[in-house]
């Protein structure tokens, strides 16, 4: 069964109605059960549980404590080519966009590992825009298996494939991949999805599953926080979540919440999500899916991802650059991807994690 069976399945759910209906009693009984299921999860969702949030912390905090320590875990994002031939209406790497279009070369990519590994780095992520013809399965197999030599763990946040060509590129050291469905709202993902291949909604909704099936060790999906009802995508993105963690059991699921910030490029979204959602959003998340990584991501700001990180988050990037060759080269005038607002060094926000008491994690895997 794909996924796509729980999104019809909800899809004509009127949640606003059932927001409506919410009461303090029924937020206290989702909370205090053990196994919170889908209603619960919504219920924690709801515009009334912002009330709750203090109690919804406490419980996310001691579930996170739970399941992962008093541990955070660092990465660090790799841009290694910004073409694409996608037409991502809320995206800098738009084809549209007439921005400096650059791939970096195997001696190129080698450089910026030096670099990154200097700082104690071992997790890195390595992306590329969706231009198959530009950056091949050759080239990607080449880049994963030059970074390995560097990294304990390789990750990747790249175009969807094939299960075949997962498998590859797990069998050259890649173990986590990351993708994410932008919004699960069928009409909004059509308006803003423009041109291309990401305009196949399956296509991409499906991906983290052939993800799974090709052997990925972690899977992280998400939802960009603003382009539809902030409310619903979170519900979709714990479901996708939790039919993921149900069907495959042997992979961890990872969660990220990217959200606009209302200074951000020249899209103007819909929604904005202030820090308190963000904060409900978080927590309702942890009460749902215990066992599940929560990733916040340099798109936040240092003051909020500090006073965030006791409260369900497990891991960080850090460090970020978001330019292609951005590492080892004065910048040049290209267009990130999207805006970096926590521009601390690693060891900064190694620091920052210390500090909390909580122990910043370089490295938590090896295969070799
Ligand atoms: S979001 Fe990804 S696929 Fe869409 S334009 Fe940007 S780089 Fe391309």
């Known amino acids: 069964m794909s996924f796509y069976k729980v999104v019809e399945q909800y899809r004509d759910f009127d949640v606003s109605n059932f927001f409506d209906q919410v009461s303090d009693e029924d937020i206290v009984r989702s909370l205090a059960k053990e196994k919170p299921g889908p209603m619960d999860f919504l219920t924690l969702l709801s515009p009334r549980a912002a009330g709750h949030l203090e109690a919804m912390a406490r419980k996310a905090h001691q579930l996170t404590v739970q399941y992962f320590g008093r541990t955070i875990q660092m990465f660090i994002p790799l841009y290694i080519s910004n073409h694409c031939t996608n037409g ?10 007439p921005i400096l279009r650059r791939k970096l070369s195997l001696e190129e990519i080698e450089i910026e590992a030096r670099a990154i590994a200097k700082t104690g780095m071992q997790h890195v992520l390595f992306l590329t825009g969706e231009a198959p013809h530009i950056t091949p399965m050759t080239y990607l197999l080449d880049a994963a298996q030059l970074l390995k030599k560097y990294f304990a763990s390789v990750a990747i946040e790249i175009y969807p494939l094939e299960v075949d060509a997962y498998r590859q590129l797990y069998e050259v050291g890649v173990d986590s991949m990351t993708m994410f469905q932008e919004t699960y709202d069928e009409g909004v993902y059509k308006r803003v999805h423009l041109a291309g291949k990401k305009m196949d909604y399956h296509w991409r909704l499906n991906g983290p599953d052939r993800a799974a099936r090709g052997g990925m060790r972690v899977v992280n999906l998400g939802a960009l926080l603003g382009l539809s009802e902030p409310r619903r995508e979170m519900f979709f993105t714990g479901l996708h979540a939790c039919y993921l963690e149900n069907k495959y059991i042997d992979t961890e699921i990872a ?9 951000e490029g020249d899209f103007h979204p819909d929604y904005l999500v202030n820090d308190k959602t963000f904060v409900q959003f978080m927590t309702a998340l942890r009460i749902f899916l215990p066992r599940a990584g929560l990733t916040v991501s340099t798109r936040e700001n240092a003051k909020f991802r500090d006073r965030i990180l006791p409260l369900g988050v497990t891991r960080y990037s850090a460090g970020s650059s978001t330019g292609v060759g951005g590492y080892t080269e004065v910048p040049d005038g290209q267009t990130p991807q999207f805006e970096i607002t926590d521009a601390r ?3 900064q926000v190694a620091n920052a994690i210390l500090v909390q008491g909580y122990q910043p994690i370089y490295k938590d895997w090896d295969c070799i």
């Open 345 to 347: 060094s690693v060891a």
């Open 255 to 263: 969660i990220s919440l990217p959200r606009f910030n209302a200074a």
């Open 88 to 97: 991502c209406a809320y995206c800098g790497f738009n084809h549209k966009n």
